[in-house]
């Protein structure tokens, strides 16, 4: 109850206007990649799943939208320097797909 008591009209709708699933629009979204963690305690993760959920159904682009759930992961990546860089990894060639940025050999 940190943010109020949604229970309460005041704050049921004030809260509803920061929702980001209660947001989405039927309108054109640029890249997006969203990423979880399975044993996040602070976002579980069927809200972001929701979140991309919504977005596939409203959005009217042929943009990236990816939704990464890491296993192992809690709220900000999986511990560990090497899984750390694999996971920047990911991120990085997310962003340069949505650049058009190729690689050939």
């Not at 990546?77 to 940025?101: I, N, V, W």
């Amino acid at each position: 109850q940190e943010w109020g008591d949604p229970r309460e009209e005041e704050y049921y709708y004030y809260m509803k206007s920061y929702s980001p699933v209660d947001n989405v629009k039927a309108q054109e979204y640029p890249h997006i990649l969203v990423t979880a963690g399975l044993n996040d305690p602070c976002v579980m993760y069927s809200e972001p799943a929701k979140f991309v959920a919504k977005l596939r159904e409203l959005k009217r682009d042929d943009n990236l939208l990816l939704f990464k759930c890491e296993v192992g992961a809690g709220h900000n990546s999986k511990s560990g320097r090497f899984e750390k860089l694999r996971e920047d990894a990911f991120s990085y060639t997310c962003l340069l797909k949505a650049l058009g940025m190729t690689y050939t050999a």
